[in-house]
């Protein structure tokens, strides 16, 4: 991919504080990308965007909570009247509340359903219309492998993640005449503070489930938003794209 692929391309990043997110917006600032880092943490995206100034790279930040339409709505106005449109949107931000059905609470439920789910809607909503006029753009939604596949005390993730592959799916339809593709990722198993939480044992038996033996790193998933962001992309939407090292075939 050329070095200034997207220069002059706005990119919003939602959970970019950490983790995933934090390699997605610094590997799209380093390509061009103007980026907007989106956490919930004042600090965490706000540290994010003046690391990338410092590397001498284009970033701004914007604290929300994804997961209220009134705030992201806000800030979606405050954006396009800035910039007027915003050309590659990435839906990262994501929540966990693990339990068992019979134990999960409505609450443990609906947080991660607005967090990680109806956030992909508020944003895609909001900021839409002005790709749509411009002719161009991405949509990238992070789902995972248990969306596909469920998982254990995760029946909220799991629902929210296959919520985000069949709402991809969808608009892929609706905007691919308008020159915008709309495209899902799903990671495995990623080295994450999310995973580093994980006991040894664990660790142990998620690799045999692994054909490539080892846990994916943020990275391996920034590389994949990268190309579907490049030109050698243009072709592709409607897809979800798995990061598992072989995990799901």
């Known amino acids: 991919m050329a070095e200034q692929e997207l220069s002059g391309k706005i990119c919003v ?16 600032a380093k390509i061009g990308g103007h980026i907007i880092c989106i956490s919930k943490s004042e600090d965490s ?32 106005k405050s954006i396009l009247g800035k910039h007027s449109a915003v050309d590659i949107l990435v839906n990262n931000a994501g ?9 999960m609470s409505q609450q443990e439920w609906q947080e991660v359903l607005n967090t990680n789910l109806n956030s992909c809607f508020y944003w895609t909503k909001n900021l839409l219309h002005p790709m749509v006029k411009k ?10 492998i248990v969306g596909l596949i469920g998982n254990f005390g995760q029946a909220n993730y799991a629902a929210a993640k296959a919520g985000i592959i069949g709402f991809t799916k969808s608009i892929a339809k609706e905007v691919a005449s308008r020159g915008i593709t709309a495209n ?24 045999k489930n692994i054909p490539m033996k080892e846990l994916g790193m943020p990275d391996d998933v920034a590389e994949t938003v990268k190309f579907l962001c490049s030109r050698g992309a243009r072709y592709i939407t ?11 075939m």
């Open 238 to 248: 409607g897809h979800v794209i798995n990061v598992d090292g072989g995990m799901v």
């Open 135 to 144: 002719r161009w753009g991405r949509i990238i939604n992070m789902a995972s």
């Open 184 to 207: 899902a990722i799903a990671p495995g198993f990623i080295q994450t503070d999310m995973t580093s939480k994980l006991g040894e044992n664990i660790v142990t038996e998620l690799l």
């Open 13 to 28: 990043v939602t959970g970019a504080g950490r983790g995933i997110g934090k390699s997605i917006a610094m590997s799209l």
């Open 45 to 76: 995206c706000g540290t994010l965007a003046q690391d990338i100034r410092n590397q001498g790279y284009s970033a701004e930040h914007m604290a929300i909570d994804v997961s209220s339409p009134d705030l992201v709505s806000d800030a979606c």
């Open 95 to 103: 929540i966990t509340r693990d339990n068992l059905m019979l134990r």
